[in-house]
């Protein structure tokens, strides 16, 4: 168990193709760290890079105190989980589980002690005679966590290990990854592309877009307070809605104007608004802080059903106001359909701001 | 799993005339490469008076005279104590065998090397080793020879296997290339991961590849003992092989049928259970990997 860093660490493949561009990260030992982002942002590169399995263009990666940059994987200690699971097809499910400890000469009946131990932790153990093939998708990806804590290493690395799960599997699978890190306290370092999963295992956070790392905090802080429009848009689902408004003032007061509308903000945001001095803004709301209704209200914007989506307990309803789209959560008795008029009404105190230029956040 | 059930059209003249002429095809495709092999397997076991008898122009009753003989061993018995076959054979063995396991193992590493790495030039490498295949021998036998001489590999084993792995050397390459591409990387880099090196880590792979590459052991075996050119060239006076060696019973004076015949069959038939191995080998390797999983 170990903290892990990265430092200025870069990834270019040469020919313009940057994958990860100055990384700096510092994971504390014993956290469970997940690097979200869509694909190709460089997430998956960073991971493989933690590994030994590419090389680091530039900066370093530190385990502890220990430089690991030109150690090759089997010299770092780590165990990881692939995406695909990189079973070995003609070994039985023991010999699997086993291949880590029998690299480091471990006593046969030691093997054999741990190789069960896991695979009872796992669920596993009636079938470690049989091969990879013969298991379904989810007791292969437990052989691989089998391989990966059978041997107890400083980190733990995962590659979206449950992404080709049925979605009823996944959501067991991510209480007992949790659990299992927590109970063995090993540094983890997640990868996937599920905003929910990031949500709900990760102790940190760790955004990426584009090879770039947009931001790092625990999901609370990344969920209330993103540090950009990017980062607000792919974390939370339903999605943010963004809507492009312009600072304006109302009687002497700070508002925003959208479209033919003027919205009033209340007195924290305004302070914050004028603070930062900035014209055009990207604001953003929540689809469960906004409402819609087919009839007018107080500050109501009126636009148009866009399109609506069941969800269950609740239906999403899209609404279009000029060019913008708005997603508000509304009751299932909602009766609007596609094209209907209606109204759209959400508190200031609810809403993000964001720079229209860069989409940075306004800070607080 | 798609459905296996045979769909039947209405079929036209064609088809059916095919349907009938293929039956007869082949018939005839039967005899003429099976025939061949009957007369060779029964005139090893006649004895010189025998083997010439044949019934006159027209006479089909007198077909049976081809059956009329006592068999006789003579000729095998000859070939091994007068003309040293057992050495041929040995030869043969020795030089077949031994360049196909030298292929195949630098075959497997190169091929490994050159599926797993990427670097500029990678193509014309590629191409440049199985260009090596495309050329005649009878082209580079004559500079062959000179080397061999000037390094005193001429007529002895290590320089026939070593002029056997010149051609069983790239194809091994080319197609456990093929193997190689068909494994995913990732169970290398969990090898990795898992406390291997790269090289442990090539081992560990090594039995999913091991229908190609059992099939191309045997691929070389078969390429090799049938070599003739390099046989009577490099190989003449301390290492003949048995194609060689029955080349030499055609003399000027004296053909001896007999002895021939029975050193076809002596050539032939090692291979024949061999041939029949590949063919499973080789179906079971060449689909590996075809169908996504």
Redesign the interface.
């Known amino acids: 168990m170990v903290a892990v860093s990265f430092n200025n660490v870069w990834k270019d493949y040469g020919g313009g193709a940057i994958a990860v561009k100055d990384l700096n990260m510092e994971i504390k030992d014993g956290e469970f760290v997940s690097l979200l982002g869509p694909s190709g942002c460089g997430k998956s590169t960073s991971l493989r890079m933690l590994a030994g399995l590419e090389h680091i263009s530039s900066g370093e990666i530190v385990f502890g105190d220990k430089v690991v940059n030109d150690l090759p994987p089997k010299d770092r200690d780590i165990a990881m989980v692939f995406e695909n699971y990189a079973l070995y097809p003609h070994k039985t499910i023991f010999d699997n589980i086993a291949n880590p400890l029998k690299q480091s000469k471990v006593a046969a009946a030691e093997i054999e002690r741990r190789v069960t131990e896991a695979a009872k932790l796992l669920e596993i153990d009636q079938l470690l005679e049989r091969r990879p093939q013969e298991l379904s998708g989810g007791q292969k990806q437990r052989t691989a966590i089998g391989r990966a804590i059978v041997r107890q290493p400083q980190v733990f690395l995962f590659d979206e290990p449950i992404a080709h799960l049925d979605a009823k599997l996944r959501a067991r699978m991510r209480g007992e990854l949790k659990h299992l890190q927590f109970t063995l306290g090993v540094t983890t370092i997640y990868v996937t592309h599920d905003q929910l999963e990031a949500l709900t295992m990760a102790d940190r956070i760790a955004v990426m877009n584009d090879g770039v790392l947009q931001q790092f905090g625990t999901p609370q802080e990344v969920y209330d307070n993103p540090a950009n429009s990017w980062v607000a848009t792919f974390v939370g689902e339903p999605q943010m809605s963004l809507m492009e408004m312009q600072v304006t003032s109302l009687e002497g007061e700070t508002a925003l104007a959208f479209g033919s509308y003027t919205i009033e903000v209340d007195p924290k945001n305004s302070a914050r608004l004028r603070a930062a001095g900035k014209k055009d803004l990207l604001v953003g709301v929540r689809p469960d802080k906004a409402t819609v209704s087919l009839d007018e209200s107080l500050g109501s914007i009126r636009g148009e059903v866009y399109s609506r989506q069941l969800l269950g307990a609740d239906v999403l309803v899209e609404v279009e106001i000029g060019k913008s789209r708005v997603r508000a959560k509304a009751n299932t008795s909602f009766a609007g359909t596609v094209g209907t008029p209606c109204y759209l009404n959400f508190g200031s105190e609810d809403l993000y701001f964001f720079d229209a230029k860069d989409g940075q956040v306004i800070p607080q | 799993m798609a459905s296996r059930e045979l769909i039947s059209y209405d079929k036209g003249v064609a088809v059916k005339v095919l349907k009938w002429a293929s039956p007869i095809f082949l018939t005839f495709y039967l005899v003429w490469s099976l025939l061949p092999l009957f007369i060779m397997l029964v005139a090893s076991l006649k004895d010189l008076l025998d083997a010439f008898s044949v019934p006159k122009p027209g006479d089909w009753a007198g077909v049976t005279i081809f059956f009329d003989f006592s068999p006789t061993l003579t000729h095998y018995v000859a070939l091994f104590t007068e003309n040293g076959f057992g050495t041929y054979l040995f030869n043969s063995l020795v030089a077949s065998i031994g360049s196909a396991v030298i292929a195949v193992t630098f075959g497997s590493m190169c091929a490994y090397s050159l599926s797993r790495s990427e670097f500029r030039g990678k193509k014309d490498l590629l191409f440049w080793i199985i260009s090596t295949r495309m050329a005649p021998i009878v082209a580079v036998i004559v500079p062959l020879y000179a080397i061999f001489r000037s390094v005193d590999l001429v007529g002895t084993l290590p320089g026939l296997i070593l002029a056997f792995t010149t051609f069983n050397l790239p194809f091994a390459i080319w197609m456990l290339k093929g193997f190689f591409d068909g494994v995913?990387y990732?169970?290398e880099?969990?090898?990795?991961?898992?406390?291997?090196?790269?090289f442990?880590a090539f081992v560990?792979i090594l039995?999913?590849v091991a229908p190609g590459i059992g099939a191309f052991v045997i691929l070389c075996i078969l390429f090799a003992w049938n070599d003739f050119l390099f046989a009577t060239i490099i190989g003449s006076g301390g290492a003949k092989t048995l194609p060689a060696a029955t080349k030499e019973l055609v003399q000027p004076q004296n053909i001896d049928w007999g002895k021939i015949m029975a050193a076809g069959i002596v050539t032939t038939a090692p291979m024949i259970p061999l041939g029949l191995l590949v063919r499973r080998y080789l179906v079971a390797g060449l689909t590996m990997g075809a169908v996504k999983?």
Not at chain 2, 189 to 198: F, I, L, P
């Open positions: 995913p990732a169970i880099e969990a090898a990795q991961v898992d406390g291997q090196n790269r442990q560990t039995p999913l999983e």
